[in-house]
């Protein structure tokens, strides 16, 4: 059965967070620190949100649930809203208050405005922004490339997501407004038009959302965040890592594309990750060139699934060429890499 997933996505640096339709969540990618390993269970969560080594989720009762490294978590149950930098943390409470924690060495905990008007948050990678009731923006944190002096004026903005040292706005007329950080084209290139519903900031890259259901993409291009954004009309929600992007379809699938080295696929023998069984459709025992969008893999595989437990076992007992000789596959230097399915089947990534 096909997962069903909220509007809630995430992408960060080397892992994706999802929540879905029963309101569980879902990692997967790198888990160095815990980051997918140590994921609560429960159906009892409404947002998701991650930085470099940690992340967090919000409960249905305004509580805070984080893991991964972190120092300390908000205790309080009148949250409404979570966001996460690199290595800081903040959160939206009922009262329209913020709250940061984490690392402050550029300001994001101690600079973190007062006031009771504020209606959305967003982190960057070491700055912070926040939208504000009166459809105003306020940044702080670290300002090397303008991410901070050079917010926007201007009382129609609706929506806020910030990149590394860029950050993008959506403003009530569809349009969007870039600003901070453009050595990648990340201001300069993004689209104009009035049609945007929906906007996320990466590493050095950023994501729309059109009110016709097709993605747009710009900035840095150099592992396919661009190039290779997805077709289609069908799409509902997007989420920026750091050199990959996903978006949520219609009927609750997931696509991702960029960059499949920084830990979304393990290239050691020795970890074995779970992926989300989304949209892997028709695989059956040498059937090749399936296209696979999950986060964490690239478009474009040949693969073969095999049901074996031998070849399973044979993988880790470094018994793996004489298996794959014995089972049809040709043996060269460039040994697949194995991915353990949800299911326990094995998937060979060539």
């Known amino acids: 059965m096909k997962r069903k997933y909220k509007q809630t996505i995430l992408g960060s640096s080397s892992y994706s967070l999802a929540l879905k339709e029963d309101g569980s969540l879902v990692s997967w990618g790198q888990d160095s620190d815990g980051q997918v390993s140590d994921a609560p269970s429960g159906n009892d969560f409404v947002a998701v949100a991650g930085g470099r080594r940690h992340s967090l989720a919000l409960k249905a009762n305004g509580s805070i649930v984080s893991w991964g490294i972190i120092d300390h978590t908000p205790s309080e149950s009148d949250f409404v809203a979570i966001a996460s930098g690199f290595y800081h943390s ?12 984490g690392n402050d060495a550029d300001g994001q905990v101690r600079n973190t405005p007062s006031g009771n008007d504020f209606v959305a948050v967003a982190g960057g990678y070491f700055h912070s922004l926040a939208l504000k009731a ?3 923006l306020v940044s702080w944190g670290y ?29 009530s007329d569809g ?23 929906a906007v996320a900031g990466s590493r050095h890259h950023s994501l729309a959302l059109k009110s016709d259901g097709s993605l747009v993409s710009w900035g840095n291009d150099a592992d396919g965040q661009v190039r290779n954004t997805p077709s289609g009309n069908d799409f509902v ?35 074995r990750i779970q992926i989300p069984d989304i949209n ?13 969008q999950t986060a964490g893999l690239e478009h474009h595989f040949d693969y073969e699934v095999f049901d074996s437990e ?13 298996t794959l000789k014995s089972i049809g596959l040709e043996t060269t230097e460039d040994v697949p890499t194995p991915l353990i399915l949800p299911d326990n089947r094995i998937l060979f990534i060539y």
């Open 143 to 171: 300002n090397g490339s303008g991410q901070v002096r050079k917010t926007p004026s201007g009382n129609d903005f609706v929506a806020i997501s910030g990149g590394y040292s860029h950050s993008v706005a959506l403003k």
């Open 90 to 101: 903040l959160a939206l409470k009922t009262d329209g208050s913020l709250v940061s924690w």
């Open 280 to 292: 892997i459709k028709n695989i059956i025992a040498s059937e090749k060139q399936i296209k696979q």
């Open 134 to 136: 009166d459809g105003s």
């Open 175 to 197: 349009s969007l407004v870039s600003w901070g950080n453009d050595a990648d084209g990340q201001v300069r290139n993004t689209p104009s038009g009035n049609d945007f519903v």
């Open 237 to 271: 929600a997007v989420a920026g890592g750091y050199f990959h992007s996903l978006a949520l379809k219609a009927d609750g699938s997931l696509v991702s594309w960029g960059r499949n080295g920084d830990g979304q696929v393990p290239e050691k023998t020795s970890d």
């Open 310 to 322: 031998k070849v399973y076992q044979a993988w880790y007992q470094q018994e793996y060429r004489e």
